[in-house]
Structures are given as structure tokens and as C-alpha cells.
């Protein structure tokens, strides 16, 4: 899933809905040697990361950087 990221973000992608015309491409697909996900597909995916509780405290303007204790270094 990853690797369709970054092919997106190389080819020039501008939001997720645009990796169904990378997926439609079947030169890349060949080239990649597997049919890329549907955009649905990698929007369930980047969603699967959003843990909502860890929003709860962000200020309502500028940047939030949540913290989560199970990435904390010992």
C-alpha cells in the first residue's frame, strides 16, 4: 500500500482520489507487477491510523502533533 503512495505523490498525484488514474494504467500495473489498490481501498487504509480519543485535546488553531504513549522511546 505504500508503494501506492509514493508512486501517487511521484506521478504527480494531488489527493487520494487521483490514484485511480494510476491504477487504470495498465503499463504500470505491469510494470509494478500487481493491479494497484482502488481509492477506496487506500482511503480505508489511511483511515485505519485515525484513532479520534487522540484529537480530543487539539487547540483550535495551528499545528497538533498528538501524543501516543505506545510510540514513546524507553
Keep these: 500500500m505504500i508503494e501506492t503512495f509514493i508512486l501517487l505523490s511521484a506521478l504527480g498525484g494531488e489527493n487520494i482520489d487521483d490514484v485511480q488514474h494510476i491504477r487504470d494504467d495498465a503499463g504500470l500495473a505491469g510494470i509494478v507487477g500487481y493491479k494497484l489498490p482502488a ?15 487522540l484529537m480530543l485535546n487539539r487547540p483550535m488553531q495551528g499545528s497538533f502533533i498528538p501524543l501516543n504513549p505506545n510510540l514513546w522511546l524507553v
Design 39 to 53: 481509492p477506496e481501498t487506500a482511503r480505508q487504509w489511511l483511515d485505519s491510523f485515525h484513532d479520534e480519543t
